[in-house]
């Protein structure tokens, strides 16, 4: 069996986020999308979240996805020091619920890009998405899978659609068409 390449650094600022940044790797997983996940500080090690980022390209990775709550600083820093594409994912916590570090993550200066994801369940399941889809030019068999992916999307949401129309024509909900 040949070793996936690490195309994919997935970086958070605590060990803590670990069980919301965990859905990013599975995902990407699920996409044949190698992914090396770290556990970087912007405030407490910015040094390496520096020489991380600057040595990123090098190592082989083409993306990075970069996971924060509170001050959700990391995805700036890493995004100030590299050229890749960085993708940020803000972590729901703390006295603003998550809010800090959706601000922290999305206003970034110009020139200084991090494409931010949505808090909760799905912000770390995107962020992986668009990671997929930024890998994806010129793969044609990545577009393939991604495309597959959104099929199943779809049919999820038309199996539930089904379901409530029945249940709702029992008498048992308060669905409409939709």
Not at 15 to 25: F, I, L, T
Not at 37 to 55: L, N, Y
């Amino acid at each position: 069996m040949t070793a996936r390449r690490m195309e994919a650094a997935v970086v958070m600022g605590s060990d803590s986020d670990w069980p919301v940044v965990q859905a990013a790797v599975d995902t990407l997983d699920g996409f044949g999308i190698g992914s090396d996940v770290r556990v970087i500080s912007a405030h407490r090690t910015p040094d390496e979240a520096a020489a991380f980022a600057q040595g990123a390209a090098k190592q082989g990775f083409k993306v990075i996805i970069a996971a924060a709550g509170g001050a959700a600083h990391l995805g700036g820093v890493l995004a100030a020091h590299t050229t890749l594409p960085v993708i940020g994912i803000p972590v729901k916590g703390g006295a603003l619920n998550g809010l800090d570090a959706v601000l922290a993550t999305l206003q970034m200066p110009a020139g200084i890009p991090v494409a931010t994801v949505t808090l909760g369940n799905a912000g770390p399941v995107n962020a992986a998405v668009l990671a997929a889809q930024i890998l994806a030019v010129g793969r044609p068999a990545l577009r393939r899978r991604l495309a597959a992916y959104k099929r199943e999307l779809k049919k999820k949401v038309q199996k539930g659609n089904a379901r409530v129309r029945r249940e709702a024509a029992r008498g048992r909900g308060d669905a409409r068409d939709g």
